[in-house]
């Protein structure tokens, strides 16, 4: 749905690890600790051999779920608050420090768990995202039944769906019947027995 090769690594990274779960077709990639360990490692932020429990399983998702919420303020819409509360809750007991190198400076782990190491690389991938104005171009799309994430990188930062040709013709088709025909659009899926 994005053109990969225009989306900074920091901010695939952030968008690639909300997409861990696709709600509109209620499919979880990280259904394990397991699962967690591999696609953390995959993107070496955690060794491959690390050991995850249940609830860094539960700690994982609930980050993942506050990031929804804040990409869903990116793109204009308001953001469920207990999201937020939860995010910032399982934020402040993983420590993260500032370490310098030549190369820069980056966010790191503080208290050396696997999963600490992995977050703070999500963190660091914030920091970075907003320092290179990236972090508001992170957006999850308008379509309630979606909440894909994505990069907006439209010139204008004003894009609203995950792609154009999926959930944004659906979503225009929606209001163009209702317009059509002076009907709200509904939001509930029709019963079988009003068909």
Same mark, same amino acid.
């Given at each position: 749905?994005?053109?990969d090769a225009a989306v900074p690594a920091a901010a695939r990274l952030i968008r690639d690890f909300v997409n861990t779960?696709?709600?509109?077709?209620?499919?979880?990639?990280?259904?394990?600790?397991?699962?967690?360990?591999?696609?953390?490692?995959?993107?070496?932020?955690?060794?491959?051999?690390?050991?995850?429990?249940?609830?860094?399983?539960d700690l994982a998702t609930t980050i993942r779920e506050g990031l929804r919420a804040v990409l869903l303020g990116h793109? /204009? @819409?308001?953001?469920?608050?207990? =999201?937020?509360?939860? +995010?910032? *809750? &399982?934020? $402040? !007991?993983?420590?993260? #420090?500032? %370490?310098?190198?030549?190369? /820069? @400076?980056?966010?790191?782990?503080? =208290?050396?768990?696997? +999963?600490? *190491? &992995?977050? $703070? !690389?999500?963190?660091? #991938?914030? %920091?970075?995202?907003?320092?290179?104005?990236?972090?508001?171009?992170?957006?999850?799309?308008?379509?309630?039944?979606?909440?894909?994430?994505?990069?907006?990188?439209? %010139?204008?930062?004003?894009?609203?769906?995950?792609?154009?040709?999926?959930?944004?013709?659906?979503?225009?088709?929606?209001?163009?019947?209702?317009?059509?025909?002076? %009907?709200?659009?509904?939001?509930?899926?029709?019963?079988?027995?009003?068909?």
């Open positions: 749905m994005d053109d779960v696709e709600p509109q077709i209620d499919h979880e990639t990280l259904t394990s600790p397991g699962h967690l360990r591999d696609w953390f490692a995959e993107r070496h932020l955690m060794p491959a051999e690390a050991h995850l429990g249940p609830t860094d399983l793109a /204009g @819409h308001e953001s469920d608050p207990g =999201a937020l509360d939860r +995010l910032n *809750q &399982a934020l $402040a !007991g993983m420590p993260v #420090a500032l %370490r310098f190198a030549d190369e /820069g @400076h980056r966010l790191v782990d503080a =208290a050396s768990t696997p +999963l600490g *190491q &992995a977050v $703070a !690389g999500l963190v660091d #991938a914030i %920091r970075q995202s907003a320092e290179d104005g990236t972090w508001p171009r992170l957006k999850v799309c308008a379509r309630d039944t979606c909440r894909w994430a994505y990069y907006d990188s439209s %010139r204008n930062q004003t894009r609203r769906w995950c792609s154009m040709a999926g959930c944004g013709n659906y979503v225009k088709m929606k209001r163009a019947y209702a317009v059509r025909t002076g %009907r709200r659009p509904s939001t509930q899926p029709r019963r079988p027995d009003a068909l």
